[in-house]
């Protein structure tokens, strides 16, 4: 069972404005919009837009996927990129691919994996120990966040499949003092 609160102290990787104090979650709907590229709008529970995701459209001539995390004012805060080879992905600070705007990578636990499971190193994380560990439920329909290897939750996402009428959406609940622009890219790195 997991540990239900989370950390006392503000945990920003994105920036601090992200980081919302206790004691109740920060709660998030992200919508798939329709459109042949994978764009999003992320809204809070009073239909206020938080952040907006705009994706390139993969082809031969452009193979790796590339997402760009705005604010509310369209300003570019992360670049999320997927490598070629695999499902690993890394996130940049605004527009930036260089290494020094490096936030985090995130990539599978395993190789082999009954449940689907992803590591997350930020930046400055030279270990083999995750900062940030992902877990999928058997249905692959909700996932958990937890600090590293152990059982505090800081974060849920669940699933909502879309209808001929309606679209996809993603139900996020982000634990207080948790940057919840850093739990909407990794959102984006598991459904893209």
């Not at 805060?77 to 940049?92: E, Y």
């Not at 605004?94 to 499971?117: A, P, T, V, Y």
């Not at 600090?147 to 679209?167: E, H, M, P, Y």
Request: hydrophobic letters at 40%.
């Amino acid at each position: 069972m997991a540990n239900q609160l989370s950390p006392p102290f503000g945990t920003p990787i994105i920036a601090p404005q992200y980081c919302a104090p206790g004691p109740h979650p920060v709660d998030l709907i992200i919508i798939k919009e329709r459109s042949i590229a994978d764009n999003f709008t992320v809204t809070d529970t009073n239909d206020n837009i938080v952040f907006t995701v705009k994706s390139n459209l993969v082809s031969i001539v452009n193979p790796r996927r590339h997402s760009f995390l705005f604010d509310s004012h369209g300003n570019p805060i992360v670049h999320l990129r997927r490598s070629i080879q695999n499902n690993d992905w890394k996130a940049f600070r605004g527009k930036s691919e260089e290494s020094r705007d490096l936030i985090f990578r995130r990539h599978n636990s395993s190789f082999f994996q009954l449940r689907l499971k992803f590591d997350v190193f930020l930046a400055n994380n030279v270990t083999d120990v995750c900062d940030f560990k992902i877990k999928s439920s058997w249905s692959g329909r909700s996932w958990d966040v937890y600090l590293g290897d152990s059982n505090i939750l800081v974060a849920q996402i669940n699933t909502k499949l879309g209808t001929l009428f309606s679209r996809e959406k993603y139900m996020v609940s982000v634990f207080p003092n948790i940057d919840h622009a850093f739990i909407v890219a990794l959102v984006l790195t598991l459904q893209l």
